[in-house]
């Protein structure tokens, strides 16, 4: 009689493919995010008029956000639930505010190196607000370097809000027509 072998230890359980996390580790949610970023970036240097720039600006977050959902969609197969569109929107948000956060950074080292970003800053305000007396004491304001300091910052945080909010609800609404059509 041969001797018995003992057992090892039992099989691991299969394992459950389920729908990956849409988050910063889901190669196709970034590459959905980072490609709809991309689009919003490039569509938001249309030489528009000011007001025009806004509209259009608040317009392509909230499509990007969309259009995330969608390539994700197409991508996977995957449905997404509310949340998840949320956060693929948000990723996208976040790649498009880092892009536009770079070509500002370098557009300020350019104005800075010609000459002070101050100076720069209160000319163009001066030329954009006509005779506006209120622009006089802005200006005053931002000479001092711990105010303007405070106004660039003031200024990164409303773009990463903004940046970040309308892309999310763009992935909301996306989830919510397109669960519609199955």
């Known amino acids: 009689m041969p001797p018995e072998v003992p057992a090892g230890p039992p099989p691991p359980p299969p394992l459950v493919a389920g729908p990956l996390p849409v988050d910063f580790h889901n190669g196709k949610a970034i590459r959905a995010a980072l490609f709809t970023a991309s689009l919003i970036f490039f569509f938001s240097t249309l030489p528009l008029p000011f007001a025009a720039a806004l509209l259009w600006r608040v317009v392509i977050l909230v499509a990007g956000g ?26 996208t948000g976040i790649f498009a505010f880092v892009l536009t956060l770079l070509v500002l950074t370098m557009a300020m080292v350019a104005i800075s ?57 763009g992935g909301i609404l996306a989830v919510k027509l397109l669960k519609k059509d199955g």
Request: charged share 15%.
């Open 66 to 91: 969309f259009l995330s959902v969608v390539f994700y969609r197409r991508w996977t197969g995957q449905a997404l639930t509310i949340k998840s569109g949320a956060r693929i929107g948000w990723i």
């Open 113 to 169: 190196s010609d000459g002070d970003l101050i100076t720069v800053w209160s000319e163009q305000m001066r030329q954009s607000a006509g005779n506006d007396p209120g622009v006089e004491q802005a200006v005053e304001v931002i000479k001092q370097p711990a105010s303007f300091a405070l106004l660039i910052l003031l200024v990164i945080a409303i773009l990463f809000g903004v940046t970040t909010i309308l892309p999310s609800l």
